[in-house]
């Protein structure tokens, strides 16, 4: 079936640069898409989502791209810090309410 | 605060135990939650969909009498692993579906190891 992936495994960023994570998806029939933040020994905690009606929408620190044309999906963070080391995961999801996710970007923070 | 809870955290069981592991939505009710299994430096794999005051759906390749799911209201949801195996160590994270936004909010996930 479609699935959901990502373009890097890993991610150092320096702390105070803006950080940028990438996500493929190949269901072209998907009405939204989920940013999520899993540290470890936890369950992932929501970031921030986008419509596929939607090309971008901004949070706090938070920004996602969607461009349906290449089917990409990003998260830009601003101003990373040492608490935003974690595993980043896009997951996608239609009208039957499952989420496909990705395989996950681990992002570590330097200070 | 915490959307959902889980428990419990952590879980240590002898092969051919069952292992209850309870999910609860804290904040609203939840006609659907969702069992997932995550394996080390691994994605989250849906297992089951777990329906309000019916029977659950599983993914394929989900043994249904081997992971029951109850939902018998709409603030619980159980997932039982029946006669548990070292292969079913793993960490086990439900979650729930927002009414308004279809966003799932997960639990902390409960890490079962089976000796």
């Known amino acids: 079936g479609e699935s959901v992936g990502l373009h890097l495994p890993t991610l150092s960023v320096q702390e105070g640069d803006n950080s940028i994570i990438n996500c493929a998806y190949s269901?072209?029939?998907?009405?939204?898409f989920i940013w999520y933040k899993q540290e470890s020994g936890k369950g992932p905690q929501f970031i921030i989502d986008i419509r596929s009606n939607m090309d971008k929408r901004q949070g706090q620190r938070v920004t996602v791209l969607l461009n349906k044309t290449v089917k990409h999906l990003s998260l830009q963070i601003a101003a990373t810090q040492p608490g935003d080391s974690a595993v980043y995961f896009c997951?996608?999801?239609?009208?039957?309410?499952?989420?496909?996710f990705g395989a996950g970007t681990t992002v570590t923070v330097r200070a | 605060g915490a959307v959902v809870s889980q428990h419990p955290s952590w879980v240590i069981c002898k092969s051919g135990t069952s292992v209850k592991i309870e999910c609860r939505s804290l904040d609203f009710q939840a006609t659907t939650m969702f069992w997932y299994r995550q394996f080390p430096k691994q994605s989250l794999m849906l297992m089951a969909t777990?329906?309000?005051?019916?029977?659950?759906?599983?993914e394929q390749g989900v043994e249904k009498d081997k992971f029951l799911i109850n939902h018998a209201s709409l603030t619980l949801s159980t997932l039982t692993v029946t006669s548990a195996h070292p292969e079913d160590s793993s960490f086990y994270i439900c979650?729930?579906?927002?009414?308004?936004?279809?966003?799932?909010?997960f639990g902390a996930g409960t890490r079962l190891s089976v000796l």
């Open positions: 979650s729930v579906r927002t009414l308004a936004k279809n966003i799932q909010y």
């Open positions: 777990s329906n309000e005051g019916s029977k659950a759906t599983y």
């Open positions: 269901n072209s029939a998907s009405d939204y």
């Open positions: 997951a996608e999801g239609s009208n039957d309410y499952k989420l496909s």
